[in-house]
């Protein structure tokens, strides 16, 4: 008997959960169908996106990448892409219903559910993560670099890692544009013990790091500029804002009870979902411990081991995340600032292991499960 297991989210969370299972369960569960759900035809590899903003570094084929050729490899019957959106979720008769771009809902029955449709920008127009469809992601991202290309002065508010790591980028390229980082906390990277070195590289750059300055709101003028108004009551004209605070999980189409306070889904230590039978959840709609390429990768890994064993009927394990906290920040394209637990690495090791690439290699074997 068929044990369908449907993956709403194809971003780095669900492409590996679904990657894991063909390749490593489907042969131990001949029975086993994959059902991936996406809203989009492409994966964004975003880590790349703050330095897409500056024009010409990096290509269109560095940045997306077609989903459905890289399940190519798999039995026809055991893996199906579908493009659409999650509109709701009745875990009680396990379904899942989705739209298409075109208006069609449909039905998913699952035996098995994993939860993977990350978080959106706190604030629209940034392209820090995909949008509703690819076209929309690519328009948007284009649009970006091209304002970035013509401004003279540009703001960019929220001091952590993407908040950072594009105001180098951008000052990295044009050494001539004026270029302030707000900062609403005393110290950028909410004061993590790598703030010193981060500001370091970037204020080298040029870039004027301006801490303490919470953004209260904003608003476009007659000319096109952007009034960017402080807490302190300070108001800064800019040709450029960006705004890079703020995460807000994809989980309007789930139960309140499956949330917790912020929206986020509950998950318990094997990454099952609060209240729910035969469903888990990985990535940035979980952010447990935090929001983290790495950590993603971790989770994805344990909850596919979850899902086969509650295929076979055994119990679950506790999904194991990295044994230290690591953070790389690229700080230009020659340097860096990173740490491994409290430990900082010298700024070309950082540069090294982040800066030099963003992942760019990674991106087409996410896509066609070589990674794993």
Not at 246 to 267: A, Q
Not at 270 to 292: H, L, Q
Not at 337 to 346: D, H, Y
Request: proline share 5%; with cysteine; hydrophobic share 40%.
């Amino acid at each position: 008997m068929v044990k369908t297991v449907v993956v709403v989210g194809a971003s780095f969370a669900g492409l590996a959960v679904s990657h894991r299972l063909l390749k490593y369960t489907l042969p131990k569960q001949p029975d086993l169908r994959v059902v991936l759900v996406s809203k989009s035809t492409h994966f964004y590899w975003n880590l790349a996106a703050i330095r897409a903003v500056v024009p010409g570094l990096l290509t269109k084929d560095q940045l997306y990448h077609a989903i459905e050729p890289g399940f190519a490899s798999y039995p026809k019957d055991s893996f199906e892409l579908v493009v659409a959106t999650a509109t709701g979720l009745d875990t009680s008769s396990k379904t899942a219903v989705v739209k298409s771009a075109d208006g069609l809902e449909r039905k998913l029955k699952y035996d098995y559910l994993v939860l993977a449709t990350g978080a959106r920008a706190a604030s629209e127009g940034v392209p820090w993560k995909p949008q509703d469809d690819h076209q929309a992601t690519v328009d948007l991202l284009d649009k970006t670099a091209e304002r970035v290309k013509v401004a003279n002065h540009i703001v960019i508010a929220g001091a952590g890692a993407t908040g950072c790591e594009t105001s180098a980028e951008i000052k990295h390229q044009y050494k001539d544009k004026e270029v302030v980082l707000l900062s609403a906390d005393p110290e950028v990277l909410s004061g993590d013990v790598l703030a010193g070195n981060m500001e370091h590289e970037i204020t080298k750059l040029g870039v004027q790091v301006k801490k303490g300055s919470r953004v209260q709101g904003s608003k476009v003028l007659e000319d096109g500029r952007t009034e960017v108004a402080l807490a302190d009551g300070t108001k800064i004209v800019t040709d450029l804002y960006l705004p890079t605070m703020g995460l807000v999980p994809n989980t309007d189409f789930i139960d309140k009870k499956h949330l917790n306070d912020k929206s986020y889904v509950e998950v318990d230590e094997c990454y099952r979902v609060k209240g729910a039978e035969d469903v888990w959840a990985a990535g940035d709609i979980v952010s447990k411990p935090r929001a983290g390429f790495m950590i993603t990768d971790k989770q994805a890994a344990g909850v596919a081991k979850n899902v086969e064993l509650a295929m076979q009927g055994k119990p679950q394990v506790p999904v194991k995340l990295l044994p230290v906290d690591i953070l790389f920040c690229a700080a230009g394209r020659d340097r860096g600032a990173g740490r491994i637990s409290s430990f900082k690495v010298p700024s070309i090791m950082a540069w090294a292991a982040k800066g030099r690439t963003l992942g760019l290699p990674w991106a087409p074997k996410y896509v066609d499960g070589t990674q794993w």
